[in-house]
């Protein structure tokens, strides 16, 4: 079975880094896109950043300058370096991949669980 798991969220203070991952596993056959989501309490979930199969990444306006998407191909993981974190970024950070099984020829949009980052104010 296919598993999608982020993993190193954290309290940090405002000004603080903090770098987040995403790994994929099971019988994968190829991912395309992988991103992230973050929502906070209340509020919608709005995506983070995204990264295609050859590189390219699109940041929210929000997070431009300041967050880095990036990706091990061979490992199946992608990351999020967040730096100079503001109390505005506390949110649960979910990851996605789409991504083809073995057994499969269709993508379909796989989901973590979601991983709490928090800056305090």
């Known amino acids: 079975q296919v598993q999608v798991v982020e993993s190193g969220g954290d309290l940090v203070q405002p000004g603080g880094s903090l770098r987040l991952s995403c790994a994929a596993s099971g019988s994968i056959r190829s991912i395309n896109a992988m991103g992230w989501y973050r929502q906070a309490p209340g509020k919608q979930r709005d995506l983070v950043a995204r990264?295609?199969?050859?590189?390219?990444?699109d940041y929210a306006d929000s997070v431009k300058g300041r967050f880095a998407m990036s990706r091990d191909n061979a490992k199946n993981m992608a990351f999020l370096q967040m730096n100079s974190l503001k109390s505005e970024d506390t949110a649960v950070y979910y990851c996605?991949?789409?991504?083809?099984?073995?057994?499969?020829?269709?993508?379909?949009?796989?989901w973590g669980q979601g991983t709490q980052v928090t800056v305090p104010s």
């Open positions: 996605y991949a789409d991504l083809t099984m073995s057994s499969s020829a269709y993508s379909y949009r796989y």
């Open positions: 990264i295609t199969s050859g590189g390219t990444t």
